[in-house]
């Protein structure tokens, strides 16, 4: 099993052995907060896109949604991905 030291004035010892498994899920939490991030401003996008009445301000609407599109499905990948990692380590160490 892989450890990673970190350093913390806590206890006798000065540190603490940090698994890799709660790395991922860490890093798991961070990624699903910025799903939640993304998805506040996607719902942005769609309401200033019903409220727009200019073809300039509709167009940069829609390059805003589909940006954002993207964006939430790169992070909810990389979820799904560490999701699947977790199980897989999880089942072996089990």
């Known amino acids: 099993m892989n450890f990673n030291i ?3 004035k806590r206890g ?3 540190f603490r052995f940090k698994s ?3 790395e ?3 890093e798991a939490e961070e ?3 910025e799903l939640h991030k993304i998805k506040k401003e996607l719902d942005l ?3 200033n896109f019903e409220y727009a009445t200019e073809k300039e ?3 940069s609407c829609i390059y805003k949604m589909m940006a954002l599109q993207i964006k ?3 992070f909810l990948d990389k979820v799904k991905e560490l999701d699947a990692s977790f199980a897989k380590e999880w089942e072996q160490t089990s």
């Open 6 to 8: 970190e350093t913390e």
């Open 24 to 26: 991922g899920l860490k």
């Open 45 to 47: 996008a769609y309401n």
């Open 72 to 74: 939430y499905k790169y």
């Open 31 to 33: 990624l699903k907060e």
């Open 12 to 14: 006798f010892f000065p």
């Open 57 to 59: 301000l509709i167009d």
């Open 20 to 22: 890799k498994q709660e």
